[in-house]
Every structure is written in structure tokens, then in C-alpha cells.
């Protein structure tokens, strides 16, 4: 017989909270059992008994309940009161630093979508500004937390409390990486030029005049070059030095998508043949990476899936090669790869309502 | 000789006051007067001399000084200290209302972009709410104020004070319908639909959640349906009742551009000829409007110019027409018209400039 | 025990096809039986057993067994020994009317997304110049045709052996005018205008001057005024008669999406209340129409989903109404219709595999 | 006085060639002078005396005449009888191949915007699999042929029979490289990185499953790794080795536009200042380059523009850089540049009509 596992979701009115609401709702271990929409509502509203669920995300209406579904004014007592076992934050870092020491003590576990406990090194975190860096809860929380990448850590986050889920662009490039520096074929001391472009989701829904559209339509743009924050991920969860990578992001006049174009020098000359195998190997039990033969992959095949596609070509001399990552920024770079942690934590398939 | 004619602009912030710096920077009679810029300032800013035009809008750095253009902070004084002579205010309705009167009586010719002094029923003004409505100032000025749209107020705007610069909408909706009803073609009785369709720059340069470009990409959406304001002005021009025309915009998921599509009935069967007469007689001083043969206009061969292009197509019974108008709503639509304005002020080509 | 039903599909190439494919793949009822797809394949493919379909598809690889499936060489006999029941026919007008008689006889129930047989007045039909136009067998199968659109035909679909899938532009103004027609409410001497928007996929997969990225981006154009072909669907099924609608086609620059914008005028002023009534009962029973409340239809929220979306606005004299009605053309408009017409014909929810 | 110069375009019908003719039309100093369009016309056609330019071009027509040009049937006596003094090749690379010496034969002076002559050395031409290759007429046309890039080869190209206007890549890297090249900065060992990005237009206007609007929209895909066209240019301008670039470019669901983000190593550390000291220097004397100073170009602000826009981050370290070079691809990448080469050719403002 099935578990009933009920989920919470804060922070459900931002793009990514939009595709995790809809992941969550047609999520096969999960019918029957809607998430708690929690977030703060005013006053008004709560009096009225919350939000409309519809009335923030007019395109998750449809004929299954969806209708009656509200965002409800949080508390912990409402998530105690449901029986929440899982709470997903779509929240901005600081409000998941605050909020996630309070829900491990009660008991529950956390899939946190935000940057605010993904890095292990303070010096990484320096970007963020953290009002708590280093006091002894936020020292305690960080010790608990896992990074939340299936492909390279699928047995902690099955056991984990805390799950820091991974950023979009960081995603893309740590598994078009890891494979290649494991197998230690990557000149390191070369360097790596990791050039992503994103869609203008991921730039968050609060309308600012980047996110205008007559700024990002027609355009491209460069931008956090040397300084964005996810760097401090990458540098991380692949072991590469600081000065060693240079990663630029951009903005492209799309709505969702990243791909990455990542240049890499090999050690040794080495064969398509021979870094297909090693991609293979690493990713042979990794339902959620899609590895392409002789075709690179595009945005648009990515796209509205949880996919991470990786591609390559090398160069004549077997010393270099240009690798393309690909993969929906809010879906495998933020809510599926949610959803895929969840199913890992629970014991469920890995892939599991994300196909 | 050339007269030197001093110009001044306000509101260059927004998308219309980039195109009309644009075009007065190389207006050919304006060589080596640029206009003067001016504003609201912050303390900060006005210390430094202002504020530079390539800093707002960079797209604008040539070689021809440019670069060397401020903003600055605006007074009466500085106008007269400059020997403006004619001001074009870019601004929002209410401020229009405001400056207006002072600016005619300090003797300066105004060129205005905002819908402040468009109508001259009580009626249609009221969807803006003026709080100066009814006061004798108010009634004086627009007493003055001439409808700026050279195919039909040519005479009076070379002698105006005050021209009040038309809506984009309303330009591609009357030069359309103008010349059908003057020659008395059509069964108003029955009626005018105009479905209408813009680019985003017609909703302003302030970043909204309907500017925001994960709502209008990939996107079209209706607006304002039965209460667009441009509505009044519709009525004025064309003599039309009403209840007599539906006006509906929509939100296009491009830059630029507005098509209107226009559904008349005429009185009487007619052929494509007496049509096509009608127009050419109409617009046969006017060379800003290009008849469409037999091809249909569209967004892309209008957008970047002044022009208006006007096509259509009977029906097999010669009762029923679509009207397809294209313009671009920076220029004919707003600022590329408001040069054409001041082109008939001061006797010039009216196309000076603008092709 | 759930029937095992087989199906194929002839014509999966195209953008209706992929869908399509990803309809049935899909499909709960439907788990463990892959569609047969089939066409002309070459010689030199079909020797090696065929093309796959994430050649011709790459979106549509999975880890469900996706990437093993063909496009097998087209034979009655093919599909004979696989055992098909239900043969949807995603192929072009001229090949639909030659193969249905074929298919009818050999006792395949067929769905049909061309235009071949979903029109029963001969002068409708001659806008497609079928070659077998009034033939004995062409008017035996037209006799047998049923216009596939459950709400309005849901009791012969569920009979029908073959069914004629509708066009996307009439699916969207049929919807939104049917049951104001038939509770009476309008003035249909009056005259009807349908201004209708479409997403370039509409235009099929063929690289032409049209579908040119340059041609379509950034611009908007009319087409086919007064004479598109899916005028005939609309007329016959709303009883409409043809000098009292004027529809009009236009290309929109983004990948999917219809959004009609059509304007009435009724018999006698109507309230809010009543219209919504009249269109709640209408609907009543339809799981795949959404009706909107007070906001109107967008095109962000019907696409990628199997659902018309109707709202509409009236005039303050009750007189006149807008009524915005929007799909995707891709699903509502062609495949998910099919497959929503496929649920009907074997008796299932009508919405399964849709939502 | 001014001297009468005649033009003459063949290959007026793609993007660069419209884009050649607006520029040709409006020149100050080819006013009254419009050019010779000719080209291959079926044989209807060229009897009623060629085809209307504004036929191919819509968005071409104006006030000022343009409505009365035409295509004509080509022949070296049309050029010869007209006058014709600067002949624009604006055609594909084989028939710029065969038709420039017997252009040069005959006197005219010739700017080919194809890859034709733009590469000295063989195994760099080798990708364009040339016909003629090796023969005599083609080793000597080469030897007079001129890289057209004015601010590499200004006073060559003043003096040139032969100009071969440079590829759109090409160029935008070029500019970037080559002051940092000859200031020796460079750490060419370690090898440079172009992750280049082209809007749709580079692609041509033939219809293609790649320029296809479904294709190219809501899309990015990498191309031609390891094996682009422009590559030989890029190598024989800077004087990088082949084993020391790797370019990719990528397909960009905008209409135009070029951004080229260059990834290089300093031999020394670096610092801003000095850098930007060794552009300005480079470009001291070149109106048609644009260095920004603190900011980074973007698509939207070179867009429409013939500057190419520069400009660039610094690691920490100051080892590293991040280069981003901005340009039209139709104008300074092609037809824009070809104009500012007729300039320097005829002694001109090298600015002239392209502001």
C-alpha cells in the first residue's frame, strides 16, 4: 500500500514555485494528496481563508480540484496540523536561512531551492552576506545539509534532513564536468571556460528593467562575469581551484532554458569513443541525464523536461573539446530536480513524476 | 540661410523620448542644435551637471557628440536662457496638463506626446481623471490645443501654439477610416470594429508584471476591451457615435509595430477602385501614408519608419472590407509624428527628417 | 481488465504528428502499447527497419523506451498484423481523402486531422479541389464522417467510424459561438467578426518564405482575408450563413497558441449573469472547456494544454459582447482534440491523457 | 563639386543585399545616384524590364523614388553602359569566384561580400572546396584582393581593386584580438576561446529546417565546432595558430546581432587601465568602433548601428580577461562595413552615411 506523504511548498507564486506546485499536484505517489500552499498573506485575504491557488497561476487551473486549491497564511502549527513530512522552500536565501533551522528542530525535512545552504566554504558564501554566517546554528545546519544532486550524491540525499537543492547554471556545468575530472582527464591547471546562457525565468519574477521586455527581447546580454554566485557551487562540487574557471553568464531573449558551452583541455589526447565511456559509466544509473550520440544538444529539446542533456565534440587533436550542457532552468535547474530529491529521499523511483 | 530653431525635450527617459532625441539629433534643419534636455534631477546628479543621454540611452552613443549630452535639471529658466523656442513634453497626462499653460504663456510652441490635450469632449476626457477638468485655464488651453495629425489638421497645426500629439492607436484606427467616412462610403449605422494589436513599447518603459517578459513573450492577450482610452479620440476624429465602434487592443509579443484590423460595411456595393480613388484623393498632399496595392501592410515593413501603411480587401459582395493599418507606435505613433508636427510648425518639409 | 487497444498513427513527422506521438505515448489507457508509426519511409532507411522517431523528433526521447520505436514502412498489411483498431491520419488533405475509403474498408475506425472530410456542403469543399470531389465512394465516406468535436457531437463521435478532427482556427470560434447561437441570443443578420491569431506551427513544418524566423519574428500579418479555408467548418457548424461572418487569420510571431478575439451583437441586451449562464449549461458536461470569470483567455494560459478557454466582456448597453477564446493549436486545436475524440470512440473519459 | 560615383549591386535580394541597397540609396554622397541592381531574372520578367526592388524589399519603399527602381537582367554591358565604377558582389561564394576577374578585366573596382577572397592561404580556403582553386587567374586575383577591415588595412584598401569585405564572426573577434595582439599582451600558448552568438539573419533567407521560425525561436544550438568558415579569417588577421582558438558559434532566436564573448590570458597581469589604454590607442583614429568603458556592449545597443562595440572584464588576478565584441552582422558584419570600404576606397568620410 502506498504511503501518504504530505508536502508543503513556501514561495509557490514565483516561476519555480509554479512548476513545483504542478509537479507536486500530478506527481503519481502524490495523488490525492495536494501540498499546503503556505506563504505570507495579508490580512484581508487570510480572512477570506487565503489565496486562490489559480488566481496567482491561472495556467495550473484545470479539471482535477486544482480550482479549490489556496495559499494559506503560514505557521508551523498549519504544517504540524496537516501532518507535513517534506516542506520545499521557494524562498528568497535569507528567508531560508532564518526558516530552516526552526523546521529541522521540528522534525521536519527540507528540499531548499535557494543558495542559502548549498556551499560548504565560508569563503564561498561570502557572495550571499549572510546575517548568521557563522553562528553556531547556521555552522550546524550547513554540517546537515547535502547538496542536492542526485547524479553525485544520491545516497546522502536519501538520508538527508536537509537538502540544498542545486542552482540552475551550476547544475548544467557540475554534470557536464564531474564525469571528465574523475576519470582525471582534464588538464585542471589549463583551465576551464564554462560560457551559459539562461532564459530570462531565471532571472525571477519580480518585474525590474532587466526582466523588461524591452530590455531581454532582440538582445543578449553578459552579466556577473567573474563575480556570479553560483561559482562558488561549481568550484565545490567539482574540485576545481578558483583560478582555474571562468564562467560567464548571459541572458537569452527566451523564457526558460540554459546551455552551456564549456571548453576543457584534456591530459592525454584522448577518442570520442573513450570520453562517451566515461560519461556512460558515470551516469549509467542516472535516469534524469539524457548523454547524445553524435548531435549536440539544443535548448529546445530540453526544454519543459528534467533532463540534463550533455553533448560534446573534440577537436582533431584529441586535446580539446567543446561540451554542451543543456537542460530547463526550472525544472532539472530548480523544481523537477526538487521533485527528483524528493523521490530520492522517500525511496521512490528517482524519476518519478517527472516524465 | 537657415533659422536656427532651439528645441527641448522632456521626458527623454522613456521609449518615445529616445526615438525623438534620435530623430532631432539628426534632424537635417537641427544640425549643430541638439535639443535641450531637461528633467527632474536629483541634488546628487544636478551637482555633476546632470545626468549623460548615452547613460539612459545608450543606443544613442554616435560620433557626433553625443556623448556629450546631459540632462538637465529643469526650470523656465533654463528653457529661456537656451532661446528654446519649441518644447516637446514626453511626459505623463497629469504633468502635461500642469506645464502646458505655463508654457504657452512664456510664448513657447508645445509639441505634446500625452493624451493631456487630445479632446475636446468633457465626456471623453474623463477616463483620465484630469484634476484641473472644467477650470477656466484648462478650458482656455485646449481651446488652443490642435489635434496633431498632419493628413487631417495640416493647416492649423502650422499655425498652432499647442499641438496635442495623437495616441499610436488612434493614428493607425482614423487615418484608416477618415478618408472611407469623408467620402461617405460607410453604414455607420452598422457599426466599425477595430482589433488592434501592439508591441510593448506602448505600455511604457516602467517595468510591471505586464511588461515583465515572461508574460508578454510567447504570449497575446486583450486589454482594455469596451474602455481604452484611445477610444475618444477615435470618435472625435472620425465623427463616428459611440456605440458605433468596438475598439479592442491587445498585447503583442514584440518590441514594436501596431496592425489594427478594421471591419466596415459600406452604404453601397463597391469595387477595389472606388477605393482605392477614395484613399489616394485623400492622401494624395501626405507623405507620410503609403496605399498598399494589392499585398496587405505589415508590422515588419513599417516598423523603424514614420510611415503609416493602409491595404484591404473586399469581400466577393462589395459590401464588406478589412482595413489593415500598420504603423510603428515610437514613431508615427508618437514621436516620429511629432516631428512631422513640427515640421508643418515651421513651414519645413513635412517629411524632413524622417525618412 | 483494461482493453488493449492498438493504434497508428500515418504522418508523425509534422508538428501535429509529434504531439501526437507524445499523446499516445502517454496515455494511461494506453501504457504498453506504442502506437504503429507509419509512412513512406525510403528504400535505403526502410531496409534498415526504419527511421527512429527521435531522429525525427529528439524532444520525444525518454527513458520509457522511447528511443527504440520506428517509422515503419507504410502497408495496409503492417497494420493488419499488428492488430490496429484506431488509425489517425496526421497527413496532408489530398492523402487523407485517398486513404480513408482504404482504411474504412479493411474496418479501421479512423481519426482524420485533415480537412478531407470534415465539411458536407460541396460548396464548402471546393476551397480544397479534391480530386474525387462528388464521386460515389467520396460522398459514401463523407455520409459516414462525423465532425470531431465531443461538445458539440459526443454521442455520434462515440459511434463513429470515422472522425473528422476539426480545423484549429474553427475549433476556437466554433466553441466560443455555438451556445450563444443556439439559446438565441444573437444577431446573426448583424453580422459576425472573427479575428483570429495564430502561432507560426499553424503553418506547418515546411521551411517556406513564411515560415521564415525573419518573416515571422517581430511582425504580425493578415491572410487569407475573406477567403481562409476553415470558413466552411465554422459556417456549417454554427449555422452561421457566410455574408454574415467576416474571419480573418493573422500570423503571430511565437510557436503555438490561437486566441480569437469575436464580436457580436445580440437580440436583446443581455446581463453578465445570462451569458455566463447560458454558456456554464452549455459546457455543462465538457471536461476540456475552461470559462473564465471576470478576467479574459490569454494565450500563456491555454498553451500546452488540451483546453479551450473562453471569457468574454459585454458593452455597457448589453448589446454588444467581445468574446476572447483561446487554445493551443498544436492539442485542442488538432492532437489533443484527436485524442480527446479517441477517449469518446472507445468510451472513455473524455479527458484522459489530456490534462 | 562633387564626383558622381555609379554603383552596382549584384545579389540584392538577401538580407545583406537589402541592407546594401538602404545604405547605397540614402549616402550623402550618392544622392541622385541610386545604384544599378542587377542580377539573374527569368525571362519573363526581364521583358517587362526586371522586377520592382520594392517587390523583393517592401520595407525599402519610400518618398524618395525608391518605389520606381528595379532589378535588371545582369551583363557586363549593362555595368559598362551605366557607368558603373564600384561593383558590390553581395552573392554566395562561387559565383563571387567566378565573376570577380572578369570584373577586375574590366576596370571596376569590386567589394564581394562573400568568403571568395577573403583567405591567402590555401589550407584556409580548403573549407570552401573552390572550383578554381590553384589556377593561375585565381592566384592572381587573390594577390590583389584586400582584407576589408578598415582599421586593420585602411591605407590598402584606399588603393584597392579588390575588397574582400570580412565575415560577420570574423570581424567582431578580430576587432576584439588584434590590439591586444600587437600591444603583445597575450598569452597565445594558452590558447583563446570565442563563444560567438549570431542572430537568424546570418543564416540566410532561404527557407531551411534551421531558419525555420519553430527552429530557431525559444531556442540556442551551437554549430560548427571545430569547423566554422570564418576560423581561417580569424587566424590569418591575428596571427593566432590554429591549435590556439577554438570558436563556436551558436544560433540566437533574435532577427540580428552578433555578441562574441573572448576568453584570453594576460602574459603579464594586467589592469584595466592599461588595457583600455591599448584599445584607445588602437582605435584612435576609427569612428567605427565603439569602447565601452566600465559597462559591456549588448546585441540591443549595436543592433542597426555599423559600429562594432568593445568591451571587456578583468579577473582579480589580472591574468584573465572576458572580451565582449558586439555588431550588427548585417551592417558592420556585411553591408555596413562594405559601405564604410567604398568610403576609404573613394577618400571619403569613412563614416559617411552609415550614422
Redesign the interface.
Known amino acids: 500500500m502506498k504511503e501518504r506523504v504530505q508536502t508543503a511548498v513556501v514561495g509557490v507564486t514565483g516561476?519555480a514555485g509554479a512548476e513545483l506546485a504542478r509537479l507536486l499536484l500530478?506527481h503519481p505517489r502524490l495523488k490525492g494528496t495536494p501540498p499546503v500552499f503556505a506563504g505570507r498573506i495579508d490580512e484581508k485575504e487570510a480572512k477570506r481563508g487565503g489565496v486562490f491557488l489559480t488566481d496567482v497561476h491561472?495556467?495550473l487551473?484545470?479539471?482535477?480540484g486544482s480550482a479549490s486549491l489556496r495559499l494559506e497564511p503560514f505557521s508551523w502549527e498549519l504544517l504540524a496540523d496537516r501532518g507535513v513530512k517534506v516542506l520545499f522552500l521557494a524562498t528568497p536565501h535569507e528567508q531560508s536561512r532564518s526558516w530552516v533551522p526552526d523546521a529541522l528542530d521540528r522534525g521536519l525535512r527540507v528540499v531548499d531551492l535557494s543558495g542559502a545552504w548549498r556551499l560548504t566554504k565560508a569563503a564561498h558564501r561570502a557572495v550571499y552576506s549572510f546575517e548568521d554566517e557563522g553562528s553556531q546554528v547556521a555552522t550546524a545546519v550547513q554540517a546537515k545539509s547535502v547538496y542536492g544532486m542526485p547524479e553525485l550524491h544520491r545516497a546522502e540525499i536519501s538520508a538527508a534532513q536537509l537538502v540544498a537543492n542545486p542552482g540552475c547554471y551550476a547544475t548544467s556545468i557540475i554534470l557536464a564536468l564531474r564525469p571528465l575530472i574523475e576519470a582525471g582527464l582534464l588538464d585542471l591547471e589549463?583551465?576551464i571556460?564554462a560560457?551559459a546562457?539562461s532564459g530570462?525565468?531565471g532571472a525571477g519574477?519580480a518585474?525590474?528593467?532587466k526582466?523588461?521586455?524591452?530590455?531581454?527581447?532582440?538582445?543578449?546580454?553578459?552579466?556577473g562575469?567573474?563575480t556570479h554566485r553560483h561559482t562558488g557551487e561549481i568550484l565545490e562540487q567539482t574540485g576545481i581551484a578558483g583560478?582555474q574557471l571562468?564562467f560567464?553568464p548571459?541572458l537569452?531573449?527566451?523564457?526558460r532554458?540554459i546551455?552551456s558551452?564549456i571548453?576543457v583541455?584534456f591530459r592525454e589526447p584522448q577518442t570520442r569513443e573513450n570520453v562517451a565511456h566515461v560519461y556512460k559509466q558515470f551516469f549509467a544509473e542516472s535516469?534524469m541525464v539524457?548523454l547524445y550520440d553524435t548531435?549536440?544538444p539544443?535548448?529546445?529539446?530540453s526544454?519543459?523536461?528534467n533532463?540534463a542533456d550533455i553533448g560534446y565534440?573534440?577537436?582533431?587533436?584529441g586535446?580539446?573539446a567543446?561540451v554542451?550542457s543543456c537542460l530547463d532552468n526550472l525544472l532539472k535547474g530548480a523544481s523537477g530536480q526538487a521533485v527528483q530529491n524528493l523521490n530520492v529521499m522517500l525511496g521512490w523511483n528517482e524519476?518519478e513524476g517527472l516524465?
Open positions: 516561476y500530478h491561472p495556467q487551473a484545470d479539471n482535477n589549463h583551465g571556460v560560457d546562457k530570462v525565468s519574477k518585474p525590474t528593467a526582466t523588461h521586455y524591452m530590455y531581454a527581447a532582440d538582445n543578449l546580454s553578459a552579466y562575469v567573474f583560478d571562468v560567464t548571459h537569452l531573449p527566451i523564457p532554458g546551455l558551452t571548453y583541455r535516469p539524457r548531435a549536440l539544443q535548448i529546445q529539446y526544454v519543459r523536461t533532463y565534440q573534440l577537436a582533431a587533436d586535446r580539446r567543446v554542451v524519476a516524465e
